[in-house]
């Protein structure tokens, strides 16, 4: 090749380069996603992820008409939809400002990557994306019963009776398990935001975990803990230790879990504005009704003791 042709050519493909790293919004596969801190293992996937057009989520959710809409969050709104091949989906539209783009892009990216590469019945599938010129969307098999939050304050059809709120624990509990095992992609992962409404419900509520926009996938190395100088989640789920020194391990992961347990134990959500100020965080109330009885949870007969302790506090 002569000299000048290579010339070219090199740069050419080095200002192609340069444009990847300076326009995030470049459309790429998943395969480019790959977090390079948090993926130092590479594991093939098990089910390949959809790749969907801005006129497809489109047709899917009537134009995100109102009748279809499931909910809003942090990212966005949730939509009901139904693909072409006629299956029922959720559709997750992200709807940010300006300033948290950046910040929604790498969720955005963080959760087709991990979720791509994870299969376990206690953890939400992720049927497909779509990255349209700066439109982004996450599908999800639809969850039928919703959130468990929804349930435990009432929003939710279905009285759930301790039986079922033993079995939504355990199927939570199986979920951060497999993540903390490392057996799917050869390092632990931290959800990093287990909470309530993260915790989806089927239609025979069985639990899966959702939401990985947080996820942390433990450095080669650092399995056990992990320094960050944010610390991120939802307030009220933080582990103390966490949020003090910055230091994320997978039993951050395991507080979150306890908090959701009490959650399921008093049907209380785990900060609630309504309250009185001394009675907001769920921990602290019941750390606090504990101390002054004398006893720890171990001796509640079950959790209607605890909830009319904490009525009489």
């Known amino acids: 090749m002569p000299f000048g042709a290579l010339v070219s050519a090199w740069n050419k493909r080095r200002r192609s380069r340069f444009q990847e790293?300076?326009?995030?919004?470049?459309?790429?596969?998943?395969?480019?996603?790959?977090?390079?801190?948090?993926?130092?293992?590479?594991?093939?996937?098990?089910?390949?992820?959809?790749?969907?057009?801005?006129?497809?989520?489109?047709?899917?959710?009537?134009?995100?008409?109102?009748?279809?809409?499931?909910?809003?969050?942090?990212?966005?709104?949730?939509?009901?939809?139904?693909l072409r091949s006629g299956e029922v989906v959720a559709i997750k539209k992200m709807e940010l400002p300006p300033f948290k783009e950046a910040d929604g892009e790498l969720?955005?990216?963080?959760?087709?990557?991990?979720?791509?590469?994870?299969?376990?019945?206690?953890?939400?599938?992720?049927?497909?994306?779509c990255a349209d010129g700066k439109h982004r969307f996450l599908v999800y098999e639809y969850m039928q019963n919703g959130n468990l939050q929804d349930h435990l304050n009432g929003i939710g059809e279905t009285k759930m009776d301790w039986l079922l709120r033993l079995k939504v624990a355990l199927g939570a509990a199986r979920g951060l398990a497999y993540l903390h095992s490392s057996s799917a992609v050869g390092i632990p992962i931290v959800h990093r935001d287990f909470k309530s409404t993260n915790v989806l419900l089927s239609s025979n509520f069985e639990a899966k975990i959702s939401d990985f926009g947080l996820a942390k996938m433990m450095p080669e190395g650092q399995q056990e803990t992990y320094v960050t100088a944010r610390v991120l989640g939802t307030f009220g789920y933080f582990d103390p230790e966490y949020t003090s020194t910055g230091k994320l391990t997978l039993q951050s992961d395991v507080y979150a879990f306890g908090v959701v347990l009490l959650e399921l134990l008093t049907g209380r959500r785990a900060v609630d504005l309504n309250q009185g100020p001394n009675d907001q965080n769920l921990v602290l109330q019941v750390v606090k009704i504990s101390h002054s009885n004398g006893f720890w949870f171990s001796s509640f007969k079950d959790h209607d003791e605890l909830i009319l302790a904490m009525e009489n506090e």
């Open 107 to 129: 969720e955005f990216r963080v959760e087709v990557d991990i979720l791509s590469r994870l299969e376990h019945q206690n953890l939400v599938s992720l049927i497909g994306y």
């Open 21 to 82: 790293h300076t326009d995030p919004w470049i459309y790429k596969p998943v395969e480019y996603w790959q977090i390079e801190d948090q993926a130092p293992h590479r594991t093939k996937r098990h089910h390949g992820s959809s790749v969907f057009t801005l006129k497809e989520m489109e047709e899917a959710t009537c134009s995100f008409c109102d009748e279809n809409l499931l909910g809003k969050g942090g990212f966005g709104r949730v939509y009901k939809g139904t």
